[in-house]
């Protein structure tokens, strides 16, 4: 069991700083996310918390313990690699087995907590298999297996199924948690896909060229972005996000077209507008705001996606439930849902 | 790579000549040492040219092996080349691992000072050596070839490591300590057991390098009773001139050495190149 | 070392080993490595270069001291070192251009398929592992008229007009230690040649072959861009690898007749070994030093301007 606290955490190589006053508690069996663009520092985070790059300042504690100088060995975590690591030269069992073994626990013991975990993910029949003789999915869940027979205070994912196909990740996502859910253990995740954030996290840290940019629920994270970064990396598509300027108590576009906004506008300091695809919608003339021609359109059948150029604005995405009749180079009429417009600062911060 | 296109018979033909030319070239002067080595001195003139003998003998192979000290450079060598591929080996695993997984302050400078050492005449280096070893009364002692040797071989061997090092993921040593190992633990139980070949494959080039050499074995040793293989083959011709019979099987001899590293190497040569041919 | 890392101030708990070890360890790995490359080799080498400077001769011990530049000055009026800086050019293009032709042929070849490919290979990569003087001395009985056939050979040719033993004729000995050290040399060509080879994409071929490109043109337009940095650099290093091996013609010749095969490195040995001299051989050693290294600059220079990779 494991309560994480980070205090101003810094890393840096010589003189290029990778991460600066990383500030994060992390509560015991707590799914955290730590996401971001690549280069961010996520890896490098991660790799801190295990041990694997020193500190280079701050504070690093677990249960109050003080971290920074232990060695991984006694940490008391087990990692997840992508490239999941496994030893090419030990069979299934006995890569799993390892940390028991190197711990020099007696063997029932070891062969019971062996047993159990291929159990768990299925690999009870590949015990004697070596690493090369397996599949991808199989070497992803083994990577795992050695991570639960050790029962550790947390576990750390390294960007686990980005070297697995579309379907297994879906399948690996889920499988992962299922396992949170039955251990109850404190997991930290990196990746640099947002789905996986959204759909495992308890609370996603999003992290920007060595900066927590935001922490929070999924939810949070998606209705109220704390700055343009995370609005813009956050959901899928990308949000819309245009030049605007506060006219009273609505927001002119660069084309002069003027928004409704429901709530208060601030009265100064908006410099942009953002809005995601799916809450602008196609509108009959009288309820449009302004209109635009439609240049692409994608039917994917769930949804259509509609790339919209609007002259002196630029260009939009626009994404509908369902089918929606509209062809490339037909002329759209165009409506924002005035609740949700995101606001933002020159600086990016978020005003609502 | 032409799989695809169709060989004239006559391009067929000529590929075929062109690898028995090379096949000829290469084998032919072996070939010729163990004839000679299994001619009986009488006909050794009188079937001077012939390529097969008329009758063969391990008469020869007998008398180098009894009548002379053969025996004592062989095992002279074997001391000295054994000795020198196994610290070599150790040495340059730990240098090289260390170029392959560490970054520290001074790396850039000890490369560079490793490859400065591959650059100069070694025989530049010989006058120097040879009064250090004998003001520290080392000369005639097998141990002084051997530091020699080891020093010698080390760069090379390192930068061999390194890209054996290289191949392996650090995630594995990685893992390795977060499952509980110590570094050195870690490059124990998981980073050696697979780095095998390649401790193979410097084991054996080092043993092959230290076989052969002559130069610095003939400026350091003198005296009979430590004389390594090279050095005493030498002398041996020298004293002996007359006797090719005797000269041919002492050769013979002194090539099955470095044939077994060889064969031994080969194995994990030819695995390498091809390795990267189903990699790309 | 251990006992002086003190605990930094104000962080009140010990700090175990663990820093030490980051900053500590690689230096534990290298040490033994660099001790021995600095003792054996470097060191020496300094001293080789001072000796360049000063008479050192074991046969006339009570001559020793700093002579400045007087080593060179015997070097520059000296015939047999311009002859054998003479023969070095000779020796060492030689050979290198055979080395090379062959070993890429042989590299050629071996990148094809037949049938017993990997037993060719094995036996035309062995005299690589022959030791150098076994080579030499089986190559020089292979010249000798009594023991070996390739007098009566080159006489029944035409080449020769009798069979007598090209080592001793001071026109023709040169080519007895080439003909070695091409033997001994075109496995390492052949076998740095073949990994590059490897190297290169299959598609590239067969993207060749679509566009409609003949053997020849697939040969001259992909294979050797390709292998062009390799064969740079190879070439580069085995050139002054060459230049520097004595063992063959030491044991074929001994540099005779008539100082007719000896090269700067035999030189260097034979003043060093035979007469002792340690000043004059450092001094030839140093020559031969800055004649590589301006060698080197040159390719260098030539091979960032030629080739793009």
């Known amino acids: ?352 | 790579m032409s799989a695809l296109r169709k060989s004239s018979p006559l391009a067929v033909t000529g590929k075929y000549l062109a690898l028995a030319f090379y096949l000829t070239f290469a084998l032919f002067p072996l070939y010729w040492l163990a004839k000679i080595a299994v001619t009986p001195d009488k006909l050794i003139f009188s079937e001077g040219t012939a390529m097969v003998p008329s009758s063969f003998t391990f008469e020869n192979f007998r008398t180098v092996l009894i009548a002379t000290d053969f025996l004592s450079y062989f095992k002279n060598s074997l001391i000295v080349s054994l000795g020198t591929a196994a610290i070599t080996t150790c040495v340059a695993a730990a240098a090289g691992y260390a170029f392959s997984r560490f970054d520290f302050r001074g790396k850039r400078l000890v490369i560079a000072l490793m490859l400065i050492t591959q650059m100069f005449p070694l025989l530049m280096i010989i006058a120097p050596i040879y009064k250090i070893v004998a003001a520290v009364g080392l000369l005639n002692s097998l141990t002084s070839l051997i530091i020699v040797y080891t020093a010698f071989n080390v760069p090379f061997a390192t930068f061999l490591m390194q890209s054996f090092f290289d191949g392996i993921p650090k995630d594995l040593e990685e893992a390795g300590m977060i499952d509980g190992c110590t570094r050195f633990e870690a490059l124990r139980k998981i980073i050696l057991p697979l780095t095998l070949p390649g401790l193979g494959a410097t084991l054996g080039f080092i043993f092959t390098a230290a076989w052969s050499e002559l130069l610095f074995a003939l400026m350091l040793i003198n005296s009979n009773d430590t004389m390594t293989f090279p050095v005493g083959l030498l002398t041996f011709v020298s004293k002996f001139s007359v006797d090719w019979g005797q000269m041919m099987a002492a050769g013979v001899l002194a090539l099955v050495p470095s044939c077994l590293f060889f064969i031994f190497i080969q194995r994990y040569l030819v695995q390498g190149l091809t390795s990267g041919a189903v990699k790309g | 070392m251990m006992s002086t890392t003190k605990p930094a101030p104000g962080k009140p708990r010990a700090r175990p080993s663990f820093y030490f070890r980051y900053l500590v360890e690689p230096y534990l790995y290298i040490s033994p490595a660099f001790v021995l490359i600095a003792l054996v080799m470097l060191v020496p080498l300094v001293i080789g270069v001072s000796y360049a400077f000063q008479s050192v001769s074991l046969l006339r011990p009570f001559e020793t001291g700093w002579v400045g530049t007087e080593n060179f000055q015997a070097l520059w009026t000296d015939r047999k070192f311009w002859l054998a800086l003479k023969n070095t050019f000779w020796w060492t293009l030689g050979s290198i251009f055979f080395q090379f032709f062959l070993g890429l042929g042989l590299a050629l070849l071996l990148n094809t398929h037949f049938y017993g490919k990997r037993l060719v290979q094995a036996l035309v990569f062995l005299p690589w592992a022959v030791p150098t003087f076994l080579s030499a001395l089986t190559w020089a009985w292979l010249f000798n008229p009594t023991i070996g056939p390739l007098p009566h050979w080159l006489a029944a040719l035409g080449i020769l007009s009798e069979p007598y033993n090209i080592l001793g004729d001071p026109d023709l000995a040169m080519w007895g230690p080439i003909t070695a050290n091409v033997w001994f040399g075109i496995p390492f060509f052949a076998i740095t040649l073949l990994a590059a080879l490897q190297s290169i994409p299959g598609e590239l071929y067969e993207a060749a072959e679509i566009d409609g490109a003949t053997a020849w043109q697939s040969f001259t337009k992909i294979t050797l861009p390709f292998l062009a940095p390799m064969i740079a650099i190879t070439v580069m290093l085995r050139t002054i690898w060459i230049a520097n091996f004595a063992d063959l013609i030491f044991v074929m010749t001994g540099g005779g007749p008539a100082n007719s095969t000896q090269i700067l490195s035999t030189y260097i040995f034979t003043t060093a070994f035979r007469k002792l001299d340690f000043g004059y051989a450092s001094a030839i050693a140093v020559a031969l030093l800055v004649l590589l290294l301006i060698y080197a600059v040159i390719l260098l220079v030539l091979r960032r301007r030629l080739v793009k990779i």
Do not use: W
Request: overall charge negative; some cysteine.
């Open chain 1, 1 to 352: 069991m494991a309560r994480i606290e980070l205090q101003s955490i810094a890393k840096s190589y010589g003189s290029v700083e990778v991460l600066r006053d990383i500030n994060l508690t992390i509560e015991d069996g707590e799914f955290i996310v730590l996401v971001g663009p690549s280069g961010c520092g996520k890896s490098t985070l991660l790799r801190m918390i295990a041990g694997l790059e020193p500190i280079s300042g701050g504070e690093f504690t677990i249960d109050g313990r003080r971290m920074n100088e232990v060695p991984p060995r006694d940490r008391d975590m087990a990692m997840v690699f992508q490239s999941y690591a496994l030893y090419p030269h030990m069979d299934v069992a006995r890569n799993m087995g390892f940390s028991l073994e190197i711990r020099k626990a007696a063997a029932e013991d070891r062969q019971s907590k062996i047993q159990g975990a291929a159990k768990t993910l299925g690999l009870t029949g590949l015990k004697e298999r070596l690493p090369k003789q397996l599949s991808g999915g199989q070497r992803q869940r083994v990577a795992m297996g050695r991570a639960i027979v050790r029962d550790p205070s947390a576990f750390l994912f390294d960007e686990p199924l980005s070297n697995l196909d579309a379907a297994l990740r879906v399948e690996m996502r889920l499988e992962i948690a299922r396992l949170h859910q039955r251990l109850e253990a404190t997991m930290i995740y990196v990746t640099h896909d947002q789905v996986e954030a959204l759909t495992l996290a308890d609370r996603i840290v999003v992290l920007n060229g060595g900066d927590i940019q935001q922490v929070g629920t999924p939810l949070d994270l998606y209705e109220r972005p704390a700055n343009k970064f995370v609005a813009q990396f956050i959901g899928s598509p990308t949000m819309n996000v245009l030049r605007a300027e506060a006219k009273g108590d609505s927001i002119a576009l660069s084309g002069g077209t003027r928004i409704q906004v429901e709530g208060d506008v601030p009265a100064s300091g908006v410099s942009e507008l953002g809005i995601r695809p799916e809450h602008i919608h196609v509108a009959g003339s009288e309820a449009a705001q302004f209109s635009g021609r439609a240049e692409l359109v994608e039917h994917l059948g769930s949804d259509t996606n509609i790339h919209v150029q609007v002259d002196g604005i630029g260009p939009f995405l626009v994404r509908e439930h369902g089918h929606v009749p509209v062809n490339t180079g037909d002329e759209v009429g165009l409506f924002i849902d005035p609740e949700k417009v995101h606001l933002f600062a020159e600086d990016g911060r978020s005003l609502r």
